[in-house]
Protein backbone atom coordinates (compact mmCIF):
# COMPACT_ATOMS: atom_id res chain seq x y z
CA UNK A 1 0.00 0.00 0.00
CA UNK A 2 2.59 2.21 0.91
CA UNK A 3 4.26 1.36 -2.49
CA UNK A 4 2.52 2.48 -5.44
CA UNK A 5 3.19 1.59 -8.85
CA UNK A 6 5.22 4.39 -10.50
CA UNK A 7 3.49 3.81 -14.30
CA UNK A 8 0.74 6.14 -13.30
CA UNK A 9 2.04 9.84 -13.81
CA UNK A 10 -0.13 11.38 -11.17
CA UNK A 11 1.72 9.39 -8.36
CA UNK A 12 5.18 11.51 -9.27
CA UNK A 13 2.71 14.68 -9.26
CA UNK A 14 1.58 14.20 -6.18
CA UNK A 15 4.76 13.19 -4.89
CA UNK A 16 6.79 16.28 -6.24
CA UNK A 17 4.50 18.29 -4.92
CA UNK A 18 4.07 17.22 -1.68
CA UNK A 19 7.28 17.05 -0.56
CA UNK A 20 7.62 20.54 -1.94
CA UNK A 21 4.40 22.19 0.08
CA UNK A 22 5.57 20.43 3.35
CA UNK A 23 8.89 20.61 3.79
CA UNK A 24 8.46 24.51 2.56
CA UNK A 25 9.26 26.75 5.90
CA UNK A 26 9.39 23.36 7.93
CA UNK A 27 11.86 25.32 10.59
CA UNK A 28 10.71 29.12 9.78
CA UNK A 29 9.54 29.05 13.66
CA UNK A 30 10.24 27.72 17.11
CA UNK A 31 8.60 24.56 18.29
CA UNK A 32 6.12 24.93 20.31
CA UNK A 33 5.87 23.60 23.92
CA UNK A 34 4.87 21.17 25.01
CA UNK A 35 4.26 18.21 22.08
CA UNK A 36 6.49 19.51 19.69
CA UNK A 37 9.56 20.26 22.15
CA UNK A 38 9.14 16.92 24.22
CA UNK A 39 9.36 14.81 21.42
CA UNK A 40 12.33 16.73 19.60
CA UNK A 41 13.74 16.46 22.99
CA UNK A 42 13.87 12.80 23.19
CA UNK A 43 15.28 12.34 19.76
CA UNK A 44 18.15 14.71 20.88
CA UNK A 45 18.87 12.74 24.00
CA UNK A 46 18.79 9.59 22.07
CA UNK A 47 21.34 10.91 19.44
CA UNK A 48 23.46 12.49 22.63
CA UNK A 49 24.03 8.79 24.84
CA UNK A 50 23.72 6.60 22.14
CA UNK A 51 20.17 5.05 23.73
CA UNK A 52 17.71 4.32 21.32
CA UNK A 53 15.73 1.72 23.25
CA UNK A 54 14.94 4.11 25.83
CA UNK A 55 12.77 7.26 25.20
CA UNK A 56 14.37 9.58 27.66
CA UNK A 57 13.39 13.31 28.87
CA UNK A 58 16.24 15.44 30.87
CA UNK A 59 17.89 12.08 30.47
CA UNK A 60 15.90 10.15 32.50
CA UNK A 61 13.07 7.38 31.16
CA UNK A 62 10.04 8.96 29.38
CA UNK A 63 7.50 6.38 29.85
CA UNK A 64 4.06 8.13 27.80
CA UNK A 65 5.17 7.27 24.50
CA UNK A 66 7.02 4.26 22.70
CA UNK A 67 10.10 5.27 20.16
CA UNK A 68 8.80 4.42 16.85
CA UNK A 69 8.40 8.03 15.90
CA UNK A 70 11.19 9.45 18.00
CA UNK A 71 13.54 7.49 15.98
CA UNK A 72 12.26 9.02 12.88
CA UNK A 73 13.63 11.85 14.21
CA UNK A 74 16.52 10.74 15.45
CA UNK A 75 17.49 9.73 12.45
CA UNK A 76 15.71 13.02 10.44
CA UNK A 77 18.15 14.91 12.99
CA UNK A 78 21.35 13.02 12.53
CA UNK A 79 20.88 13.95 8.71
CA UNK A 80 19.80 17.37 8.75
CA UNK A 81 21.16 18.66 12.38
CA UNK A 82 19.25 18.96 15.48
CA UNK A 83 16.82 22.03 14.85
CA UNK A 84 13.00 22.53 13.84
CA UNK A 85 13.47 21.71 10.51
CA UNK A 86 14.96 18.23 11.32
CA UNK A 87 12.04 17.69 13.96
CA UNK A 88 9.43 18.36 12.02
CA UNK A 89 10.11 16.69 8.84
CA UNK A 90 9.20 13.06 9.40
CA UNK A 91 5.43 14.25 9.01
CA UNK A 92 6.32 16.15 5.62
CA UNK A 93 7.32 12.77 4.76
CA UNK A 94 3.79 10.98 6.10
CA UNK A 95 2.01 14.25 4.27
CA UNK A 96 3.81 12.97 0.84
CA UNK A 97 2.83 9.55 1.75
CA UNK A 98 -0.89 9.86 3.18
CA UNK A 99 -1.18 11.59 -0.22
CA UNK A 100 -0.36 8.80 -1.90
CA UNK A 101 -2.09 6.37 -0.44
CA UNK A 102 -5.96 8.56 -0.38
CA UNK A 103 -5.33 8.27 -4.25
CA UNK A 104 -3.79 4.56 -4.38
CA UNK A 105 -6.90 3.91 -2.15
CA UNK A 106 -9.43 6.05 -4.14
CA UNK A 107 -8.35 4.70 -7.02
CA UNK A 108 -9.12 0.88 -5.89
CA UNK A 109 -12.72 2.26 -4.53
CA UNK A 110 -13.89 4.36 -7.59
CA UNK A 111 -11.25 5.55 -10.01
CA UNK A 112 -8.76 7.76 -10.29
CA UNK A 113 -11.30 11.09 -10.47
CA UNK A 114 -12.33 10.13 -6.89
CA UNK A 115 -8.90 9.33 -5.60
CA UNK A 116 -7.84 13.00 -7.02
CA UNK A 117 -10.13 14.69 -5.20
CA UNK A 118 -10.03 12.97 -1.92
CA UNK A 119 -6.23 14.33 -2.13
CA UNK A 120 -7.14 17.73 -2.77
CA UNK A 121 -10.17 17.15 -0.09
CA UNK A 122 -7.17 16.08 2.26
CA UNK A 123 -4.60 18.34 1.31
CA UNK A 124 -6.57 21.66 1.62
CA UNK A 125 -8.97 21.12 4.46
CA UNK A 126 -6.77 23.40 7.25
CA UNK A 127 -6.04 20.90 10.97
CA UNK A 128 -4.88 18.07 8.55
CA UNK A 129 -2.22 19.88 6.26
CA UNK A 130 -1.12 21.85 9.29
CA UNK A 131 -0.51 18.26 11.11
CA UNK A 132 2.00 17.60 8.31
CA UNK A 133 4.35 20.38 9.34
CA UNK A 134 4.25 19.77 12.72
CA UNK A 135 6.45 17.80 14.88
CA UNK A 136 3.59 15.70 16.84
CA UNK A 137 3.29 12.09 16.76
CA UNK A 138 -0.31 11.98 15.46
CA UNK A 139 -0.38 12.17 11.74
CA UNK A 140 2.13 8.94 11.61
CA UNK A 141 0.02 7.35 14.27
CA UNK A 142 -2.99 8.23 12.87
CA UNK A 143 -2.04 6.76 9.14
CA UNK A 144 -1.11 3.43 10.55
CA UNK A 145 -4.34 2.96 12.07
CA UNK A 146 -6.54 3.93 8.99
CA UNK A 147 -3.78 2.11 7.07
CA UNK A 148 -4.61 -1.17 9.58
CA UNK A 149 -8.62 -0.61 9.43
CA UNK A 150 -8.51 -0.31 5.71
CA UNK A 151 -6.96 -3.47 5.16
CA UNK A 152 -9.36 -5.42 7.33
CA UNK A 153 -12.21 -3.98 5.53
CA UNK A 154 -10.99 -5.22 2.12
CA UNK A 155 -11.08 -8.31 4.21
CA UNK A 156 -14.05 -8.33 5.68
CA UNK A 157 -15.81 -7.55 1.98
CA UNK A 158 -17.56 -10.49 1.02
CA UNK A 159 -16.51 -9.86 -2.43
CA UNK A 160 -13.14 -9.54 -1.98
CA UNK A 161 -11.28 -12.41 -4.01
CA UNK A 162 -7.67 -11.10 -3.27
CA UNK A 163 -5.05 -12.63 -0.84
CA UNK A 164 -7.15 -12.31 2.33
CA UNK A 165 -4.33 -13.88 4.36
CA UNK A 166 -1.93 -10.84 2.95
CA UNK A 167 -5.08 -8.43 3.97
CA UNK A 168 -5.08 -9.85 7.14
CA UNK A 169 -1.25 -9.75 7.77
CA UNK A 170 -1.23 -5.82 6.48
CA UNK A 171 -3.74 -4.75 8.99
CA UNK A 172 -1.43 -6.80 11.75
CA UNK A 173 1.26 -4.81 10.72
CA UNK A 174 0.24 -1.56 10.44
CA UNK A 175 -1.77 -1.56 13.60
CA UNK A 176 1.23 -3.03 15.39
CA UNK A 177 2.90 -0.10 13.79
CA UNK A 178 0.67 2.89 15.28
CA UNK A 179 1.11 0.47 18.71
CA UNK A 180 4.69 1.00 18.26
CA UNK A 181 3.90 4.97 17.76
CA UNK A 182 1.48 5.88 20.43
CA UNK A 183 0.42 3.03 22.34
CA UNK A 184 -2.22 0.44 22.71
CA UNK A 185 -4.83 3.37 21.77
CA UNK A 186 -4.11 1.90 18.60
CA UNK A 187 -5.20 -1.64 19.30
CA UNK A 188 -8.17 0.20 21.06
CA UNK A 189 -9.50 1.86 18.32
CA UNK A 190 -9.49 -1.09 16.07
CA UNK A 191 -11.28 -3.50 18.45
CA UNK A 192 -14.32 -0.99 18.72
CA UNK A 193 -14.50 -0.39 15.15
CA UNK A 194 -14.38 -3.79 14.26
CA UNK A 195 -16.48 -4.53 17.49
CA UNK A 196 -18.95 -2.43 15.95
CA UNK A 197 -19.05 -3.72 12.67
CA UNK A 198 -19.41 -7.26 13.32
CA UNK A 199 -22.38 -6.14 15.89
CA UNK A 200 -24.12 -4.28 12.71
CA UNK A 201 -23.63 -7.39 10.61
CA UNK A 202 -25.43 -9.31 13.27
CA UNK A 203 -21.41 -11.51 13.41
CA UNK A 204 -22.44 -12.64 9.78
CA UNK A 205 -18.49 -11.66 8.73
CA UNK A 206 -16.42 -14.74 7.87
CA UNK A 207 -12.60 -15.58 8.90
CA UNK A 208 -10.20 -18.45 8.82
CA UNK A 209 -8.82 -18.89 12.03
CA UNK A 210 -5.26 -18.83 10.25
CA UNK A 211 -5.97 -15.15 9.11
CA UNK A 212 -6.65 -14.32 12.97
CA UNK A 213 -3.65 -16.00 14.33
CA UNK A 214 -1.31 -14.45 11.31
CA UNK A 215 -2.96 -11.06 12.61
CA UNK A 216 -2.43 -11.74 16.03
CA UNK A 217 1.45 -12.80 15.59
CA UNK A 218 2.23 -9.87 13.31
CA UNK A 219 0.66 -7.50 15.48
CA UNK A 220 1.56 -8.83 18.75
CA UNK A 221 5.57 -8.79 17.08
CA UNK A 222 5.52 -5.13 15.82
CA UNK A 223 3.69 -3.38 18.56
CA UNK A 224 4.89 -5.80 21.44
CA UNK A 225 8.68 -5.88 20.70
CA UNK A 226 10.02 -2.56 22.29
CA UNK A 227 7.24 -3.16 25.33
CA UNK A 228 9.20 -6.86 25.38
CA UNK A 229 12.57 -5.41 25.26
CA UNK A 230 12.29 -3.12 28.06
CA UNK A 231 10.90 -5.74 30.43
CA UNK A 232 13.58 -8.24 29.50
CA UNK A 233 16.42 -5.33 30.38
CA UNK A 234 14.57 -5.03 33.42
CA UNK A 235 12.65 -1.74 33.18
CA UNK A 236 9.35 -3.21 34.42
CA UNK A 237 8.60 0.19 36.37
CA UNK A 238 8.77 2.01 33.00
CA UNK A 239 6.11 -0.38 31.77
CA UNK A 240 3.95 0.04 34.58
CA UNK A 241 4.12 4.05 34.41
CA UNK A 242 3.26 3.56 30.83
CA UNK A 243 0.05 1.57 31.58
CA UNK A 244 -1.00 3.71 34.20
CA UNK A 245 -0.52 6.89 32.26
CA UNK A 246 -2.78 5.42 29.45
CA UNK A 247 -5.32 4.99 32.35
CA UNK A 248 -5.18 8.35 33.91
CA UNK A 249 -5.88 10.15 30.20
CA UNK A 250 -8.82 8.37 30.13
CA UNK A 251 -9.90 9.05 33.73
CA UNK A 252 -8.76 12.57 34.36
CA UNK A 253 -7.86 15.62 32.57
CA UNK A 254 -4.09 14.95 31.92
CA UNK A 255 -2.19 18.01 32.41
CA UNK A 256 -4.92 20.35 32.69
CA UNK A 257 -6.23 19.84 29.55
CA UNK A 258 -9.98 20.00 29.85
CA UNK A 259 -12.59 20.97 27.64
CA UNK A 260 -16.89 20.72 26.97
CA UNK A 261 -18.92 17.64 26.13
CA UNK A 262 -18.75 18.45 22.32
CA UNK A 263 -15.04 19.69 21.82
CA UNK A 264 -14.07 17.06 19.84
CA UNK A 265 -17.36 17.61 17.57
CA UNK A 266 -16.47 21.04 16.86
CA UNK A 267 -13.04 20.81 16.67
CA UNK A 268 -13.47 18.74 13.30
CA UNK A 269 -16.25 20.38 12.63
CA UNK A 270 -14.06 23.58 11.83
CA UNK A 271 -10.69 21.99 11.45
CA UNK A 272 -10.93 19.89 8.57
CA UNK A 273 -12.56 23.15 6.84
CA UNK A 274 -13.75 22.99 4.03
CA UNK A 275 -14.27 19.69 3.45
CA UNK A 276 -16.23 19.02 6.93
CA UNK A 277 -19.10 20.84 5.18
CA UNK A 278 -19.13 18.45 2.34
CA UNK A 279 -19.09 15.75 4.35
CA UNK A 280 -21.93 16.59 5.93
CA UNK A 281 -23.94 16.10 2.94
CA UNK A 282 -21.66 12.52 2.15
CA UNK A 283 -23.38 11.03 5.30
CA UNK A 284 -26.48 10.92 3.09
CA UNK A 285 -25.94 6.88 1.20
CA UNK A 286 -25.04 8.02 -2.84
CA UNK A 287 -27.65 7.72 -5.23
CA UNK A 288 -25.43 4.73 -7.54
CA UNK A 289 -23.29 2.53 -5.04
CA UNK A 290 -21.51 -0.95 -5.17
CA UNK A 291 -22.03 -3.10 -2.49
CA UNK A 292 -18.00 -2.78 -1.86
CA UNK A 293 -18.21 0.92 -1.39
CA UNK A 294 -21.55 0.16 0.88
CA UNK A 295 -19.25 -1.67 2.75
CA UNK A 296 -16.00 0.51 3.27
CA UNK A 297 -18.42 3.80 3.65
CA UNK A 298 -20.23 2.09 6.58
CA UNK A 299 -16.21 1.13 7.66
CA UNK A 300 -15.33 4.74 7.44
CA UNK A 301 -18.24 5.79 9.25
CA UNK A 302 -18.46 4.17 11.84
CA UNK A 303 -14.11 5.20 12.02
CA UNK A 304 -15.79 8.72 12.32
CA UNK A 305 -18.24 8.61 15.06
CA UNK A 306 -16.16 5.82 17.40
CA UNK A 307 -13.45 8.74 17.24
CA UNK A 308 -15.38 10.88 18.04
CA UNK A 309 -17.65 9.37 20.52
CA UNK A 310 -14.17 7.67 22.31
CA UNK A 311 -12.29 10.86 22.88
CA UNK A 312 -15.59 12.86 24.51
CA UNK A 313 -15.54 9.99 27.20
CA UNK A 314 -11.58 10.45 27.33
CA UNK A 315 -11.67 13.06 30.29
CA UNK A 316 -8.31 14.86 28.44
CA UNK A 317 -9.31 17.42 25.48
CA UNK A 318 -6.34 17.17 23.39
CA UNK A 319 -6.84 19.38 19.91
CA UNK A 320 -5.21 16.07 17.97
CA UNK A 321 -6.66 13.70 19.60
CA UNK A 322 -9.71 13.62 17.40
CA UNK A 323 -7.28 13.87 14.05
CA UNK A 324 -7.91 10.38 12.88
CA UNK A 325 -11.05 11.49 12.22
CA UNK A 326 -9.90 13.78 9.31
CA UNK A 327 -9.47 10.14 7.22
CA UNK A 328 -13.72 9.31 7.09
CA UNK A 329 -14.48 13.23 6.91
CA UNK A 330 -12.47 13.69 4.20
CA UNK A 331 -13.92 10.52 2.75
CA UNK A 332 -17.27 11.26 3.25
CA UNK A 333 -16.67 14.88 1.45
CA UNK A 334 -14.77 13.43 -1.30
CA UNK A 335 -17.46 10.98 -2.41
CA UNK A 336 -20.61 13.79 -2.02
CA UNK A 337 -18.20 16.39 -4.33
CA UNK A 338 -17.87 13.50 -6.47
CA UNK A 339 -21.12 12.96 -6.83
CA UNK A 340 -21.59 16.74 -7.06
CA UNK A 341 -18.78 16.84 -10.19
CA UNK A 342 -20.97 14.21 -11.97
CA UNK A 343 -24.51 15.75 -11.53
CA UNK A 344 -25.49 13.06 -8.76
CA UNK A 345 -26.07 14.93 -6.09
CA UNK A 346 -27.04 18.81 -5.75
CA UNK A 347 -25.42 21.08 -3.52
CA UNK A 348 -28.08 21.90 -0.81
CA UNK A 349 -28.82 25.98 0.32
CA UNK A 350 -27.77 25.02 3.89
CA UNK A 351 -24.21 23.65 2.83
CA UNK A 352 -23.08 27.35 1.09
CA UNK A 353 -24.76 29.18 4.25
CA UNK A 354 -22.40 26.54 6.23
CA UNK A 355 -19.03 27.56 3.97
CA UNK A 356 -19.99 31.60 3.79
CA UNK A 357 -20.00 31.66 8.13
CA UNK A 358 -17.18 29.17 8.76
CA UNK A 359 -15.01 31.12 6.08
CA UNK A 360 -16.12 34.18 7.91
CA UNK A 361 -15.27 32.08 11.30
CA UNK A 362 -11.61 32.04 9.68
CA UNK A 363 -11.19 35.67 8.11
CA UNK A 364 -12.72 38.05 10.71
CA UNK A 365 -9.44 37.29 13.13
CA UNK A 366 -6.96 38.19 10.40
CA UNK A 367 -9.03 41.48 9.38
CA UNK A 368 -8.46 42.39 13.44
CA UNK A 369 -4.58 40.84 13.70
CA UNK A 370 -3.99 43.62 10.52
CA UNK A 371 -5.38 46.40 13.32
CA UNK A 372 -3.76 44.54 16.53
CA UNK A 373 -1.26 47.21 16.97
CA UNK A 374 -3.97 50.02 16.81
CA UNK A 375 -6.22 48.01 19.26
CA UNK A 376 -3.21 46.99 21.52
CA UNK A 377 -3.28 50.16 23.60
CA UNK A 378 -6.61 49.87 24.30
CA UNK A 379 -6.57 46.01 25.48
CA UNK A 380 -3.74 46.96 27.77
CA UNK A 381 -5.51 49.33 29.71
CA UNK A 382 -4.97 48.65 33.04
CA UNK A 383 -8.26 46.23 34.17
CA UNK A 384 -9.01 45.39 30.66
CA UNK A 385 -7.20 42.11 31.02
CA UNK A 386 -7.46 40.38 34.38
CA UNK A 387 -4.17 37.93 33.64
CA UNK A 388 -1.05 39.37 34.61
CA UNK A 389 1.03 37.02 32.30
CA UNK A 390 -1.25 37.61 29.37
CA UNK A 391 -0.65 41.60 29.76
CA UNK A 392 2.63 40.88 29.58
CA UNK A 393 2.85 38.67 26.34
CA UNK A 394 0.58 41.38 24.65
CA UNK A 395 4.04 43.69 25.24
CA UNK A 396 6.14 41.58 23.03
CA UNK A 397 7.96 44.00 20.24
CA UNK A 398 5.76 42.06 17.51
CA UNK A 399 4.98 44.17 14.14
CA UNK A 400 2.30 43.36 12.10
CA UNK A 401 2.34 44.89 8.86
CA UNK A 402 -1.55 45.52 8.68
CA UNK A 403 -1.79 43.80 5.24
CA UNK A 404 -2.68 40.42 6.92
CA UNK A 405 -6.48 41.05 5.94
CA UNK A 406 -5.75 39.58 2.65
CA UNK A 407 -5.16 36.43 4.00
CA UNK A 408 -8.86 36.54 4.90
CA UNK A 409 -10.07 38.43 2.34
CA UNK A 410 -8.25 35.38 -0.17
CA UNK A 411 -10.79 33.01 1.68
CA UNK A 412 -13.97 34.82 1.11
CA UNK A 413 -12.81 35.71 -2.84
CA UNK A 414 -12.53 32.01 -3.03
CA UNK A 415 -16.35 31.34 -1.64
CA UNK A 416 -17.51 34.22 -3.63
CA UNK A 417 -16.18 32.95 -6.68
CA UNK A 418 -17.58 29.51 -5.75
CA UNK A 419 -20.85 30.88 -4.82
CA UNK A 420 -20.45 32.51 -8.69
CA UNK A 421 -19.99 29.48 -10.42
CA UNK A 422 -21.98 26.92 -8.61
CA UNK A 423 -24.55 26.81 -10.94
CA UNK A 424 -22.25 27.54 -14.75
CA UNK A 425 -19.11 26.02 -13.87
CA UNK A 426 -19.47 24.03 -10.31
CA UNK A 427 -15.81 22.30 -10.73
CA UNK A 428 -14.34 25.91 -10.86
CA UNK A 429 -16.05 26.77 -8.08
CA UNK A 430 -15.07 23.97 -6.28
CA UNK A 431 -11.56 24.21 -6.81
CA UNK A 432 -11.28 28.37 -5.79
CA UNK A 433 -12.62 26.85 -2.34
CA UNK A 434 -9.75 24.03 -1.82
CA UNK A 435 -7.16 26.30 -3.48
CA UNK A 436 -8.41 29.66 -1.70
CA UNK A 437 -8.48 27.36 1.82
CA UNK A 438 -4.79 25.88 0.62
CA UNK A 439 -3.11 29.68 0.31
CA UNK A 440 -4.83 30.56 3.73
CA UNK A 441 -3.46 28.13 5.90
CA UNK A 442 0.26 28.38 4.09
CA UNK A 443 -0.13 32.13 4.28
CA UNK A 444 -1.16 32.08 8.37
CA UNK A 445 2.06 29.43 8.94
CA UNK A 446 4.40 31.91 7.30
CA UNK A 447 2.87 35.28 8.67
CA UNK A 448 0.70 34.57 11.16
CA UNK A 449 2.27 31.63 13.41
CA UNK A 450 5.51 33.00 13.80
CA UNK A 451 4.40 36.31 15.17
CA UNK A 452 1.86 34.53 17.36
CA UNK A 453 5.14 32.52 19.02
CA UNK A 454 6.40 36.08 19.58
CA UNK A 455 4.25 36.46 22.31
CA UNK A 456 3.74 33.46 23.10
CA UNK A 457 7.32 31.54 24.05
CA UNK A 458 9.97 33.79 22.40
CA UNK A 459 11.43 35.89 24.84
CA UNK A 460 11.67 32.47 27.25
CA UNK A 461 13.31 30.33 23.91
CA UNK A 462 15.51 33.03 23.21
CA UNK A 463 17.08 33.10 26.71
CA UNK A 464 17.35 29.39 26.40
CA UNK A 465 19.02 29.58 23.09
CA UNK A 466 21.68 32.40 24.92
CA UNK A 467 23.04 29.78 27.40
CA UNK A 468 23.69 27.29 24.66
CA UNK A 469 27.66 26.23 25.37
CA UNK A 470 27.50 27.93 28.70
CA UNK A 471 28.75 25.69 31.58
CA UNK A 472 25.29 26.34 33.82
CA UNK A 473 22.31 25.02 34.64
CA UNK A 474 18.81 26.22 33.49
CA UNK A 475 15.46 25.66 35.16
CA UNK A 476 12.01 26.45 35.08
CA UNK A 477 10.20 27.71 38.58
CA UNK A 478 6.43 27.52 38.33
CA UNK A 479 5.39 26.18 34.88
CA UNK A 480 5.99 22.66 33.02
CA UNK A 481 8.01 23.17 29.90
CA UNK A 482 10.74 20.77 27.59
CA UNK A 483 12.00 24.24 25.78
CA UNK A 484 14.95 24.64 27.93
CA UNK A 485 16.06 21.42 27.82
CA UNK A 486 16.31 21.20 23.83
CA UNK A 487 17.12 25.21 23.36
CA UNK A 488 19.98 25.10 25.59
CA UNK A 489 21.39 21.79 24.27
CA UNK A 490 21.44 20.55 27.60
CA UNK A 491 24.33 18.05 28.30
CA UNK A 492 23.87 14.60 30.25
CA UNK A 493 25.03 15.94 33.64
CA UNK A 494 27.13 13.47 35.94
CA UNK A 495 26.34 15.07 39.06
CA UNK A 496 22.48 13.36 39.62
CA UNK A 497 21.56 16.27 41.98
CA UNK A 498 21.34 18.87 39.37
CA UNK A 499 17.79 17.44 37.87
CA UNK A 500 16.49 18.08 41.72
CA UNK A 501 14.83 21.49 41.99
CA UNK A 502 15.13 21.95 45.42
CA UNK A 503 18.69 21.19 45.30
CA UNK A 504 19.07 24.04 42.30
CA UNK A 505 17.15 26.62 44.52
CA UNK A 506 18.94 25.63 48.45
CA UNK A 507 21.69 23.12 47.19
CA UNK A 508 25.59 23.45 47.26
CA UNK A 509 25.10 23.86 43.57
CA UNK A 510 28.87 23.71 41.72
CA UNK A 511 27.87 26.48 39.09
CA UNK A 512 26.10 29.19 38.24
CA UNK A 513 22.26 28.37 38.32
CA UNK A 514 19.47 30.37 36.17
CA UNK A 515 15.92 30.10 36.31
CA UNK A 516 12.42 31.20 34.40
CA UNK A 517 9.46 31.95 35.79
CA UNK A 518 6.33 33.77 35.17
CA UNK A 519 5.16 37.17 36.51
CA UNK A 520 1.80 36.16 37.77
CA UNK A 521 4.06 33.22 40.16
CA UNK A 522 7.24 34.65 40.88
CA UNK A 523 6.56 36.38 44.15
CA UNK A 524 6.25 33.31 45.53
CA UNK A 525 9.51 31.95 45.14
CA UNK A 526 11.36 35.39 45.47
CA UNK A 527 9.57 35.84 48.92
CA UNK A 528 10.30 32.02 50.08
CA UNK A 529 14.12 31.68 48.86
CA UNK A 530 15.99 35.19 48.82
CA UNK A 531 18.85 33.70 47.68
CA UNK A 532 17.56 33.83 44.32
CA UNK A 533 17.99 37.34 42.36
CA UNK A 534 15.97 38.68 39.18
CA UNK A 535 18.26 39.54 36.67
CA UNK A 536 15.18 40.73 33.89
CA UNK A 537 12.25 40.00 32.63
CA UNK A 538 10.78 40.14 29.13
CA UNK A 539 7.53 39.31 27.71
CA UNK A 540 5.97 37.71 31.26
CA UNK A 541 9.18 35.98 31.33
CA UNK A 542 11.35 36.46 34.19
CA UNK A 543 15.13 35.70 34.84
CA UNK A 544 16.61 34.51 38.24
CA UNK A 545 20.07 33.56 38.76
CA UNK A 546 21.90 31.92 41.61
CA UNK A 547 25.51 31.70 41.99
CA UNK A 548 27.66 29.10 41.86
CA UNK A 549 27.96 28.53 45.91
CA UNK A 550 31.68 27.34 45.43
CA UNK A 551 32.73 29.88 43.44
CA UNK A 552 30.94 32.19 46.33
CA UNK A 553 32.81 30.77 49.28
CA UNK A 554 35.78 30.53 47.48
CA UNK A 555 35.70 34.36 46.32
CA UNK A 556 34.56 35.28 50.51
CA UNK A 557 37.98 33.34 51.69
Known sequence: MLIPKIKDNNYIIISVLGIIIFSLFLGQVNLFDWDEINFAESAREMLLTGDFLTVQINFEPFWEKPPLFIWMQALSMWIFG?????????????????????????????????????????????LPFFYFKSGIIDPWFNLFIFL?????????????????????ILSGLYIGLGTLTKGPVAILIFALVGTILLIIRKFAIKFKIKDILFFIGVLTFTGGFWFILQILTGNYHVMADFIEYQIRLFKTQDAGHGGFLLYHFVVVFLGVFPSSIFALSGLRRPKSITDYEKHIRQVMIILLFTVLVLFTIVKTKILHYSSLAYFPVTYLATWSIYEIVNKKHKIKWWTNVLIILVALIFAIPMFVISVF?????WLLVKGRID?????????ADVNWTGLEFIIGLILLIGVLYYLLKIKRNIKHGLLSIAMSSFLYINFTLIFVITKVEGYT???AI???????????????????SYAHYFYTLKPKNKNLESNNKDWLINGHV?????????????????????????IGEK?????????DVLKTDYDKE
Open 510 to 534: DKDVYFVSKNDRVENYLNKYPNLKV
Open 373 to 377: DKIKP
Open 148 to 168: GIYHAAKYTDKDYTGRRTRRA
Open 457 to 459: QRA
Open 387 to 395: DLFAVANLQ
Open 539 to 547: NGFVFITRK
Open 82 to 126: VNEFAARFPNAICGVVTLLVLYRMGKEMKNKSFGIIWVVSYACSF
Open 462 to 480: DFYKSMQNTDVYVETLGFK
